[in-house]
């Protein structure tokens, strides 16, 4: 239906208005919050836990702890991830639906929660559990031990201090941000075709992710696991820059009146 990142913006202000571009926000804005606190503290934790003896940690070490910590995300990424997707794809499918001659209801994501918990109970929330596992995993397995060496090369708030200044944990969170998200595109479109609910008629059903990467293969090419690699990467460079340029700040423990530690 979209042939590049432009063409899904005019068709999508054509056929939604400009606000058409914020369908699933309010999901991120309620859930992604604990998401990266979780995702962050959680790599804090495994790093100092999986730290040697003379203190060092080893790059298998640090990609270790930073998929422990993609591990641990899951139980708010998979939820926010299924209902933003509904919110997303919406507009999209209602087009097609009425390009049919049907007319498609409205749908909210409260409205969303509450049929798949009605249906399927709490697990219906969490379709597609494996996928996002496959992909935050992986992330978070390039993300960390990348953003830790760029950040250890800046320069530091004080002498003898081992923490950077908060430019250099922005950047570092852009660029290892940005090139991670690439890395793992293709775990992100098997994810989000399997968590899409519904689907324009026509369109492919999957059984699975082995079998959702075996189908995209065979109809549409090794390519279309980086479709949307470059929305991606706008998107998430960004996002882990001011993450981690807050987080390492210290703006929480300034809030509760306990002093920063070391990161």
């Not at 910590?69 to 499918?93: N, S, Y």
């Not at 097609?96 to 409205?111: D, E, F, I, N, R």
């Not at 098997?190 to 492919?204: C, D, H, P, S």
Request: net charge positive; charged share 15%; hydrophobic share 45%.
């Amino acid at each position: 239906m979209y042939n590049s990142m432009l063409d899904c913006f005019k068709k999508t202000y054509r056929a939604e208005g400009y606000f058409g571009m914020y369908r699933g926000s309010a999901v991120n804005i309620l859930l992604i919050t604990p998401e990266k606190a979780i995702k962050l503290a959680a790599n804090d934790f495994f790093r100092h836990h999986l730290t040697t003896a003379n203190g060092s940690l080893p790059i298998t070490r640090q990609m270790a702890a930073g998929g422990l910590a993609g591990l641990c995300q899951i139980v708010i990424t998979t939820p926010m991830e299924l209902l933003k997707i509904q919110m997303q794809d919406a507009g999209r499918v209602a087009a097609q639906a009425k390009a049919a001659g049907k007319t498609l209801p409205k749908v909210s994501a409260t409205s969303i929660a509450m049929e798949l918990v009605r249906t399927k109970g709490i697990t219906g929330l969490y379709k597609g559990t494996g996928a996002t596992a496959l992909r935050d995993v992986s992330f978070s397995i390039v993300y960390f031990p990348l953003f830790a060496t760029l950040n250890a090369l800046g320069p530091r708030r004080d002498d003898g201090s081992n923490e950077a200044v908060f430019w250099c944990s922005f950047l570092s969170g852009c660029a290892a941000g940005s090139m991670a998200a690439l890395a793992v595109n293709p775990f992100d479109v098997v994810k989000t075709r399997l968590q899409a609910l519904k689907k324009a008629e026509g369109e492919m059903q999957f059984n699975g992710v082995a079998d959702c990467i075996g189908k995209t293969l065979k109809h549409e090419g090794v390519t279309a696991f980086f479709k949307g690699g470059l929305c991606r990467m706008i998107v998430i460079a960004p996002l882990f820059g001011i993450a981690q340029m807050v987080y390492f700040l210290g703006v929480a423990e300034a809030l509760l009146g306990t002093k920063s530690g070391n990161k």
